[in-house]
């Protein structure tokens, strides 16, 4: 004899229909054109880090400080949890402020300013990662063509698929238990500092 309970779950199940496929929201959309569009709510995706006056260079303005923030898209972040890598349809922005000092109370140390100075967009699509610009205000980022250095920089340095995992304290002890770090990286690592 089935039990009621048992039949009535299967009963259920059996008149559920079939979900569609998982959509991946916030995935990057193009204009006509091929300019991607901006998203607009960016400020909602996981925040993975800020740096202050990072540079490629080793001089820099002693007058002038900046904050990079960097989000991720949800989707991507959580994917990025369970296997250390980024699926397709990746979106990290990072957005450029200036920095602040003296305000309010604040002594000490910089704020960050409330106007953005400038984002840019990397962005895996089709299994391939692009950059974008996108200038102060714009709906659409302009596509930076290869082999424009952040190209070839992110894939000399970067810990996980061209990315600057080393940079989000987050996410690199997970890269690390995944076992995803870049060979470039970990062999950069290795390298004795001079």
């Known amino acids: ?7 009535v779950s299967a009963l259920l199940l059996s008149l559920t229909p079939a979900l569609p496929p998982a959509v991946v929201q916030d995935a990057p959309a193009y ?12 400020r909602e995706w996981v925040y993975l880090t800020s740096g202050v006056d990072m540079s490629y260079s080793a001089t820099t303005d002693p007058d002038h400080h900046v904050f990079d923030n960097v989000f991720v898209n949800p989707e991507s972040y959580r994917a990025f ?16 402020r200036g920095a602040e000092s003296p305000i309010s109370i604040n002594k000490r140390g910089h704020t ?12 895996k699509d089709n299994g391939k990662w692009s950059f974008y610009d996108l200038p102060g205000g714009a709906k659409e980022a302009k596509l930076i063509p290869p082999p424009a250095t952040c190209y070839t920089c992110h894939e000399q340095h970067a810990a996980v698929d061209t ?15 995944k ?8 062999k950069e690592m290795a390298a004795p500092t001079k």
């Open 1 to 7: 004899m089935i039990k009621p309970v048992l039949f």
């Open 31 to 42: 204009t006509a054109s091929g300019s991607l569009v901006a998203p607009g709510n960016y």
């Open 81 to 96: 949890l369970a296997t250390g890598t980024w699926p397709d349809k990746t979106t990290f922005v990072l957005e450029i």
């Open 112 to 123: 960050q300013s409330t106007e953005v100075m400038g984002e840019e967009l990397h962005v």
């Open 163 to 177: 990315t600057f995992v080393q940079f989000y304290p987050t996410l690199l002890p997970i890269a690390k238990s």
């Open 179 to 186: 076992n995803t770090i870049s060979p470039a990286f970990l």
